[in-house]
């Protein structure tokens, strides 16, 4: 009798081991994805990929997703604030860092009696993730690009490229429109409305899994520390365990097409709020996959007083090149303007084509330039200017990113734009400087007209730096 009671009891303790126990969906706003195999990654023929874009075979388990951005209504609610910029209760909550979308899913966790997933110490230098919570999270890089995907191995889980009229991102500037420009009538989807604000979330139609707004409103934020996320088979990966800066996916109001494709990864200091990131919730469908996932942010040893600054930029048309003089002025720092061994050329729509085919290879032009590596190594802080280009930074300035050491640096970027404010451009500079620290940047429209000392004077003393 004794026997059969022990193994009675071993076969139960077995089960109840290999047996998950399943969690119910928080309420109806929450999909179940179904977990699966899939290639994350864009192939090397896909128009406008990045490098960092590998190819490699991914298996998520299942889970939760809520088929909505969290609204500013919800986040409210929960934390008696509301950083948005663009102001509305059913507008997706954006301009939240990173660090608060984590303690946002805390407290969600907390109200709704589900446990917390997060452990957040040290100021938030150090969050631990506890797997098997039932508690809400952000996704992962993974879990998002699966659920965003839906079984799709084209740019977009559509065969049909997104437009304005069901997708909100910079309508004006669809899927390879930089290499049409002049000729738009070619492309299967053209240019639409511009509608430079967030929409109420769920104004189009949701993707094959039932998720809305999964491209362009607000990008979201993941769990995920950005870096290379390597060629081999991958299961619930959940990215390095230091880093810094964090991913985030999807493409918000402002972004061009080529920045909404289901590959694209975008990634900014988890301490960094964004006018055009929010947060999609997920949570576990059960407990099947286990342990405490413990990620570090690494300081960079750039401090916040400059020591010694260096203004350094590129300008095509002369407004950079105004900024700079500008800032130059008003705190006596030392300026040099890049120039190429080979310019681009003065005409605008050559220009336009040049700069296009240059991004598309990622070509990092030659600069006559040359900065004494001692001299370099004496500023720690580097104003860097240049103009917006096709939502990006021109490739003179990656060329520069990646010729001189910016480890320790603080970068404080300037953008001269036509409308497109940074673009990507933040996320390409964390890309390629990835030990600096990012400073605040200061966006100004073309020239920046009559307010332009006014702006940059403010911009200054925010980021602490002393004028004349
Ligand atoms: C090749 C090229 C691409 C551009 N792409 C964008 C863009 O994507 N978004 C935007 O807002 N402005 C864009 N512009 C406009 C410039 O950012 C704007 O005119 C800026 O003030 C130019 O600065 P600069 O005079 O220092 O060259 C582009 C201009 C050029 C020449």
């Given at each position: 009798?004794?026997?059969?009671?022990?193994?009675?009891?071993?076969?139960?303790?077995?089960?109840?081991?290999a047996?998950?126990?399943?969690?119910?969906?928080?309420?109806?706003?929450?999909?179940?994805?179904?977990?699966?195999?899939?290639?994350?990654?864009?192939?090397?023929n896909?128009?406008?990929?990045?490098?960092?874009?590998?190819q490699?075979?991914?298996?998520?388990?299942?889970?939760?997703?809520?088929k909505?951005?969290?609204?500013?209504?919800?986040y409210?609610?929960?934390?008696?604030?509301?950083?948005?910029?663009?102001?509305?209760?059913?507008?997706?909550?954006?301009?939240?860092t990173?660090?608060?979308?984590?303690?946002?899913?805390?407290?969600?966790?907390?109200?709704?009696?589900?446990?917390?997933?997060?452990?957040?110490n040290?100021?938030?230098?150090?969050?631990?993730?506890?797997?098997?919570?039932?508690?809400?999270?952000?996704?992962?890089?993974?879990?998002?690009?699966?659920?965003?995907?839906?079984?799709?191995?084209?740019p977009?889980?559509?065969?049909?490229?997104?437009?304005?009229?069901?997708?909100?991102?910079y309508?004006?500037?669809?899927?390879?429109?930089?290499?049409?420009?002049?000729?738009?009538?070619v492309?299967e989807?053209?240019?639409?409305?511009?509608?430079?604000?967030?929409?109420?979330?769920?104004?189009?139609?949701?993707n094959?899994?039932?998720?809305?707004?999964?491209?362009?409103?607000?990008?979201?934020?993941?769990?995920?520390?950005?870096?290379?996320?390597?060629?081999?088979?991958?299961?619930?990966?959940?990215?390095?365990?230091a880093?810094?800066?964090?991913?985030?996916?999807?493409?918000?109001?402002?972004?061009?097409?080529?920045?909404?494709?289901?590959?694209?990864?975008?990634?900014?200091?988890?301490?960094?709020?964004?006018?055009?990131?929010?947060?999609?919730?997920?949570?576990?469908?059960?407990?099947?996959?286990?342990?405490?996932?413990?990620?570090?942010?690494?300081?960079?040893?750039?401090?916040?007083?400059?020591?010694?600054?260096?203004?350094?930029?590129y300008?095509?048309?002369?407004?950079?090149?105004?900024?700079?003089?500008?800032?130059?002025?008003?705190?006596?720092?030392?300026?040099?303007?890049?120039?190429?061994?080979?310019?681009?050329?003065?005409?605008?729509?050559?220009?336009?084509?040049?700069?296009?085919?240059?991004?598309?290879?990622?070509?990092r032009?030659?600069?006559?330039?040359?900065?004494?590596?001692?001299?370099?190594?004496?500023?720690?802080?580097?104003?860097?200017?240049?103009?917006?280009?096709?939502?990006?930074?021109?490739?003179?300035?990656?060329?520069?990113l990646?010729?001189?050491?910016?480890?320790?640096?603080?970068?404080?970027?300037?953008?001269?734009?036509?409308?497109?404010?940074?673009?990507?451009?933040l996320?390409?500079?964390?890309?390629?400087?990835?030990n600096?620290?990012?400073?605040?940047?200061l966006?100004?429209?073309?020239?920046?007209?009559?307010?332009?000392p006014?702006?940059?004077?403010?911009?200054?003393?925010?980021?602490?730096?002393?004028?004349?």
């Amino acid at each position: 009798m004794k026997k059969i009671i022990l193994t009675l009891l071993i076969a139960f303790g077995v089960l109840s081991m290999a047996v998950a126990k399943e969690f119910t969906a928080p309420n109806d706003d929450f999909v179940l994805i179904k977990g699966g195999t899939f290639t994350m990654g864009s192939p090397e023929n896909e128009d406008w990929r990045s490098n960092d874009e590998t190819q490699h075979k991914v298996t998520v388990s299942s889970f939760y997703m809520c088929k909505y951005e969290v609204t500013q209504k919800l986040y409210s609610e929960v934390t008696c604030k509301n950083p948005s910029n663009f102001k509305g209760d059913t507008l997706p909550v954006e301009s939240i860092t990173w660090l608060e979308a984590v303690e946002f899913c805390n407290a969600l966790s907390k109200r709704d009696g589900r446990t917390p997933v997060y452990i957040i110490n040290d100021g938030g230098r150090t969050v631990s993730w506890n797997r098997s919570a039932d508690g809400y999270r952000l996704p992962t890089e993974a879990e998002w690009e699966y659920a965003a995907r839906a079984g799709s191995t084209t740019p977009f889980y559509s065969k049909r490229v997104p437009g304005s009229d069901n997708v909100n991102f910079y309508g004006h500037y669809p899927y390879q429109i930089e290499q049409n420009y002049f000729n738009d009538s070619v492309l299967e989807t053209g240019p639409g409305v511009y509608r430079g604000q967030t929409l109420p979330v769920g104004s189009f139609d949701p993707n094959p899994n039932g998720l809305y707004d999964i491209y362009g409103n607000v990008g979201e934020w993941c769990f995920d520390f950005y870096g290379d996320y390597g060629t081999g088979a991958a299961e619930n990966p959940f990215g390095a365990s230091a880093g810094t800066r964090r991913v985030n996916r999807g493409g918000g109001w402002n972004d061009f097409g080529k920045n909404l494709r289901s590959a694209y990864r975008a990634a900014a200091e988890q301490n960094t709020p964004l006018y055009n990131v929010g947060i999609r919730l997920v949570c576990n469908a059960d407990d099947s996959v286990k342990g405490l996932v413990t990620t570090t942010e690494t300081k960079t040893t750039a401090g916040s007083s400059v020591k010694k600054a260096l203004i350094i930029y590129y300008s095509w048309g002369g407004n950079t090149r105004g900024v700079a003089k500008e800032i130059a002025k008003q705190t006596g720092y030392d300026s040099i303007e890049l120039e190429l061994v080979k310019p681009y050329s003065k005409n605008y729509s050559t220009v336009l084509n040049e700069a296009q085919r240059d991004q598309h290879k990622q070509a990092r032009p030659e600069l006559k330039t040359k900065i004494d590596k001692a001299k370099w190594a004496e500023y720690d802080t580097i104003i860097l200017g240049y103009p917006n280009w096709w939502a990006s930074i021109p490739m003179p300035i990656a060329t520069l990113l990646e010729s001189y050491d910016f480890t320790g640096k603080r970068i404080m970027p300037f953008c001269s734009h036509g409308g497109g404010r940074f673009g990507q451009s933040l996320t390409a500079i964390a890309k390629l400087a990835p030990n600096a620290k990012l400073g605040e940047g200061l966006s100004i429209h073309y020239s920046g007209g009559p307010s332009l000392p006014k702006d940059v004077a403010k911009w200054l003393s925010a980021s602490g730096i002393k004028t004349k």
